[in-house]
């Protein structure tokens, strides 16, 4: 009976140790922006689709680029090209909702990228000052 007892201790054990990474807690964190290049939307005046070759894991993200030059620019500075209110829909925000934001909604006002869903047009240039401004104020109660 000893030798079956080794056998299946021994195929348990490498039964764990064989798992792939991310079946032992270590998952992979969720692509941001549907894998679109966050730089892109600054530099190429809109989103461009990211490469898993240039990839790199910011907060708990994983961010895509369509360039080593982009991925660059992004490492030394995230916080100039991360969109506001962690990617939700600005509009949504400011009415006091969580909404999911759709990458290809967005609007760059005052250097800074927000998102806003595919549920209405995005706002005027005159209206996004005011809903930023409601959105800012929602996003601070969170914190």
């Given at each position: 009976?000893?030798?079956?007892?080794?056998?299946?201790?021994?195929?348990?054990?490498?039964?764990?140790?064989?798992?792939?990474?991310?079946?032992?807690?270590t998952?992979?964190?969720?692509?941001?922006?549907?894998?679109?290049?966050?730089?892109?939307?600054?530099?190429?005046?809109?989103?461009?689709?990211?490469?898993?070759?240039?990839?790199?894991?910011?907060?708990?993200?994983?961010?895509?680029?369509?360039s080593?030059?982009?991925?660059?620019?992004?490492?030394?500075?995230?916080d100039?090209?991360?969109?506001?209110?962690?990617?939700?829909?600005?509009?949504?925000?400011?009415?006091?909702?969580?909404?999911?934001?759709?990458?290809?909604?967005?609007?760059?006002?005052?250097?800074?990228?927000?998102?806003?869903?595919?549920?209405?047009?995005?706002?005027?240039?005159?209206?996004?000052?005011?809903?930023?401004?409601?959105?800012?104020?929602?996003?601070?109660?969170?914190?």
């Amino acid at each position: 009976m000893m030798p079956i007892r080794n056998f299946l201790a021994f195929i348990a054990l490498a039964l764990v140790t064989g798992l792939p990474a991310h079946a032992q807690g270590t998952a992979e964190p969720a692509v941001a922006l549907q894998g679109m290049d966050v730089v892109s939307y600054f530099k190429e005046g809109g989103p461009v689709k990211g490469q898993a070759a240039f990839r790199h894991d910011f907060d708990g993200a994983r961010y895509l680029f369509s360039s080593a030059q982009n991925k660059a620019a992004f490492v030394a500075d995230p916080d100039r090209y991360l969109p506001q209110f962690d990617g939700l829909c600005t509009t949504g925000l400011s009415k006091g909702f969580n909404s999911k934001s759709d990458p290809n909604a967005w609007k760059i006002v005052d250097g800074k990228l927000y998102l806003f869903s595919t549920y209405g047009p995005l706002p005027a240039d005159s209206q996004a000052p005011e809903i930023i401004a409601g959105a800012n104020r929602n996003w601070a109660k969170r914190k």
